[in-house]
């Protein structure tokens, strides 16, 4: 079965081929987003393979249902760029990777925020350039302090254990409680208590439309001054706007941030040479206790092997014909 595969980098050929050496599916790779502008390339494909900034609305669904399309196979854990209602209305399966390495994100969260706390980054700049100084870069002890996860799924529960082991307190907001993070100490409390009381709120739960904005000025005024926030989840979890104002009155004293809401148009890609048309992105990156890493932390050699072992599998299991083991419908 040939598969289009969308927004193809280097990595994903290089793994989607190895996984896919022993199997029936043949990977088509094209580097462009799919998007209804590029739409016309999935044509006579009837399985498509997509990434987190794809476009998979209404539209472009309809579009490549119409051209022959029944599958999507995503290729990443969170489904919130599908229109799952579109997909199901035009007969479009679709499948996602649920978990490929949940350590890879709960480890780069915890990068994020030692990084920010004892200024990595600055460092490597200030002694390749010959200045010894300390001045700028004192941190804080990260034993014994308060730290708010929201989700406690996979990648949740890894990060608050990882924290565990540094001597933090965890306090956790999940809609569902997750009773080995109880059984191993995390104490489940209210949102609102959580910001109140968290030295560090770190990101964990999916872009739903109940999620959407949990961080807005009204979340923000609740936490404790000079917050340390950290989003590796999903970019419309934050309202990027009320936090540069955080950031500016010195309510939020670190921001640590894995994705963007607006980075389908940023990340991905090298830029370097262009300038970069968004404002608000802009003026993050101006303040020096902000840290922004580009969509990456999935980004390990074990999580792109389960991701192309996974999305393979998703799809000879759509070519026999079997029941679909991560097909995601809509609730
Ligand atoms: P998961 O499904 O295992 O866990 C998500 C948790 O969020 C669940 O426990 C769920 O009950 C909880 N939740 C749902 N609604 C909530 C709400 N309103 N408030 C609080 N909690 C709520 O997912 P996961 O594998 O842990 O992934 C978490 C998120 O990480 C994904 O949704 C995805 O967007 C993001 N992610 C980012 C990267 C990256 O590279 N930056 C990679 C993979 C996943």
Redesign the pocket.
Known sequence: MQVAVFSTKSYDREFLLSASTESEICYDFFEERLTQRTVVLARDFPAVCCFVNDELSASVIEAIAAGGTKMIALR???F?NCNLHAAAEHGVKVARV???S?Y??AE?TVGLILTLNRKFHKAYNRVREGNFALQGMLGFDLHGKTIGV????????IAASILQGFGCRILA????Q?PECVAAGVEYVE?DQLFAESDVVTL?????P??KY?VNEASIAKMKPGVMLIN???GGLVDAKAVIEGLKTGQIGYVGL??YEEEADLFFEDRSELVIQDDVFSRLLTFPNVLITG?????TRNALEAISQVTTENLRQFLKGEKLANEVVAS
């Open positions: 990443c854990a969170g919130n649920p978990a490929y949940p890879a994100v780069h929201v989700g406690t799924g996979k990648i949740g529960q907001f999940d809609v569902h997750n949102l964990h739960c999916p872009l739903l109940s999620t949990l590796t989840s999903r894995d994705v969509h990456q932390a999935f980004f």
